[in-house]
């Protein structure tokens, strides 16, 4: 049961204009939401997180927006650049469950000049 | 600062053999450890977490296993590799219930 959910597996987003990267989720217990970037061959690097306090979480070119209520959160990136050409797994988590994180499967961005 | 490792990078296996990855955490006490799978075009599946030293949580059944001998060392083994066993085999870290920190991977292939 996938609780996490990326429904575009690709994106594609010319340099310096935004990317929008999407994520809806099913449990309503979810207060912890994460964005991570990969690089093959790499492991995931963290980005940029938000609580379920709060509606917005800003760092940098990286924007997260979450939507408690429609249980969606988005990635914004503005402006893209090709070196943002990467798959964002986009994560949540549970106070309760000592850590463990539930990933939606991920959507590759790529960035063209 | 705190670092991750995990070793080997690569590694070619013939199929009912054993295995055994390592990684280590640097830099941190009693951090929550993982091991997750990522097969080829699919997300990042949770294989196993742990807690502390000897405590370890199975998410999926299957033909692996985990140890937690030391504080920072996180061991996942198999007796006998299958095909399907194939993939890219993430650790991670966490401070209790924090953002995962995961390591640069390694690639398995089973032939």
């Known amino acids: 049961d996938q609780q996490v959910k990326q429904n575009s597996p690709s994106l594609s987003v010319q340099e310096g204009r935004i990317s929008i990267l999407n994520c809806d989720y099913t449990?309503?217990?979810?207060?912890?939401f994460l964005w991570y970037k990969k690089y093959p061959a790499e492991g995931p690097t963290f980005l940029i997180s938000?609580?379920?306090?709060?509606d917005k979480n800003e760092d940098g070119r990286f924007t997260v927006f979450l939507n408690k209520s429609a249980k969606h959160l988005s990635l914004h990136i503005v402006p893209s650049q090709p070196g943002d050409s990467a798959v964002y797994f986009c994560?949540?988590?549970?106070?309760?469950?000592?850590?463990?994180?539930?990933f939606g499967r991920g959507t590759q961005l790529t960035v063209w000049p | 600062s705190q670092t991750i490792h995990q070793w080997p990078a690569t590694l070619v296996q013939p199929v009912g053999s054993p295995l055994s990855l390592e990684c280590t955490v640097e830099?941190?006490?009693?951090?929550?450890l993982y091991w997750y799978r990522q097969a080829a075009g699919r997300g990042l599946q949770l294989l196993f977490y742990?807690?502390?030293?000897?405590?370890i949580s199975s998410e999926v059944p299957q033909n692996l296993s985990a140890s937690r001998p030391q504080d920072r060392q996180f061991i996942l083994s198999s007796k006998k590799l299958l095909l399907s066993d194939s993939g890219f085999y993430l650790c991670?870290?966490?401070?209790?219930?924090?953002?995962?920190?995961f390591g640069p991977g390694t690639r398995l292939t089973v032939l």
């Open positions: 994560a949540a988590r549970r106070g309760s469950t000592l850590g463990r994180l539930y």
């Open positions: 938000i609580s379920s306090i709060k």
């Open positions: 830099g941190t006490s009693n951090p929550n």
């Open positions: 742990s807690v502390g030293i000897g405590q």
């Open positions: 991670a870290w966490s401070a209790v219930e924090g953002t995962q920190y």
């Open positions: 449990n309503s217990m979810f207060d912890y």
